[in-house]
């Protein structure tokens, strides 16, 4: 089973900031997720991520596979108390269609 | 609003006890999962299945089975429970050839389940 490891594990800052989020591993990936998970919830899909090098946006969120297919970041611009939660990658290898998670980051953004 | 529905937000169980955990799905999705959900772990997968009659063990499949008698089923049983299974277990699907590309999987909103 690869690990992904995920940094920071909790992070907590004002809202207006802007953040990262990293998920690496030393395996490659075929394909990179990320997902958010608010308390009580599942977690929900953000982004699929395929190509080594690929960049995708969703509104304030920036997402980025890197070249060697074996790490990803999650930026978010100026973030606000509605982006918190729990933010979780996942990646899948090879033909498996089974997902390998992340241990999380906690992202807390106070008003 | 296509969804996975898991059948209990709470439980309580007492160790011993014979413990089912139900998921639905309505999106005729072939793969179903079950993960459990511990502080600092991360989800860890238990089992899962791509059709119907079909399992195979995850990564933590020790004191759990499973059962998918329909397509849109995927139970969880914890034969007999014990103090730590306490967790909150996540049920998920996925549409076939989600592989490399997929769209990912669609989750429901969990059961915390508590063992005294």
Redesign the interface.
Same mark, same amino acid.
């Not at chain 2, 989600?98 to 969990?110: C, D, K, L």
């Given at each position: 089973t690869q690990l992904l490891e995920q940094s920071p594990q909790f992070l907590s800052i004002q809202e207006g900031e802007n953040l990262t989020v990293y998920c690496n591993s030393s395996s490659v990936f075929s394909s990179l997720q990320w997902y958010r998970q608010e308390p009580g919830e599942g977690p929900v899909l953000l982004v699929t991520v395929v190509t080594g090098g690929e960049v995708k946006k969703l509104k304030r969120l920036t997402f980025q596979f890197g070249d060697a297919r074996k790490d990803s970041s999650l930026h978010i611009t100026a973030a606000q108390p509605g982006d918190t939660g729990l933010y979780l990658c996942a990646a899948a290898s090879g033909s498996a269609r089974q997902l390998t998670f992340g241990s999380g980051t906690q992202l807390t953004v106070l008003p | 609003d296509v969804k996975?529905t898991q059948s209990s937000?709470y439980l309580v169980k007492r160790t011993g006890e014979k413990v089912f955990l139900e998921c639905v799905q309505d999106m005729d999705h072939e793969?179903m999962?079950w #993960?459990r959900q511990d502080p600092? /772990?991360? /989800?860890? /997968?238990i089992y899962?299945s #791509?059709d119907v009659k079909m399992k195979e063990k995850?990564?933590i499949p020790e004191g759990y089975s499973v059962s998918r008698e329909k397509k849109e089923r995927f139970s969880l049983i914890l034969e007999s429970a014990s103090t730590n299974q306490t967790s909150m277990y /996540?049920c998920?699907s996925?549409a076939p050839g989600?592989?490399?590309?997929? #769209?990912? #999987?669609?989750?429901?909103?969990?059961t915390r389940l508590t063992v005294v």
């Open positions: - | 996975v937000r793969n999962f #993960y600092g /772990l991360g /989800l860890r /997968l899962f #791509y995850g990564d /996540l998920a996925s989600q592989g490399p590309s997929g #769209y990912g #999987y669609t989750f429901g909103s969990g």
